[in-house]
Nanobody, 121 residues
């Protein structure tokens, strides 16, 4: 299984970015896809997750109202639309996929390599 994340970069505070993560290597029917992030010197934290149907999405309080997670099952791809970015959103963003999902890393079985998002003030 491979997860390839892309879309990171440098953006000014208040700007937007869209992350993508394409999965391959097996069937992903019924799985949950999610995004986590890790800022320098901090632990990895949950950002958002979305169910297979797309009907259930979870968000960390810190990103609610600013970030939107979505998925395209035909492409085995999950997206993270990030708006009103803040310097504290600076981190390496990781996509993940698993059968249980949720806000804990233990709910995910496969991880991408990460993509760096830097928000300047």
């Amino acid at each position: 299984v491979q997860l390839q994340a892309s879309g990171g970069g440098l953006v000014q505070a208040g700007g937007s970015l869209r992350l993508s993560c394409a999965a391959s290597g097996r069937t992903f029917i019924g799985t949950v896809m999610g995004w986590f992030r890790q800022a320098p010197g901090k632990e990895r934290e949950f950002v958002a997750s979305i169910s297979w149907s797309g009907l259930t999405a979870l968000y960390a309080d810190s990103v609610k109202g600013r970030f939107t997670i979505s998925r395209d099952n035909a492409k085995d791809t999950v997206y993270l639309q990030m708006r009103s970015l803040k310097p504290e959103d600076t981190a390496v963003y990781y996509c993940a996929i698993g059968n249980r999902g949720g806000s804990h890393a233990s709910g995910y079985d496969y991880w991408g390599q990460g993509t760096l998002v830097t928000v300047s003030s």
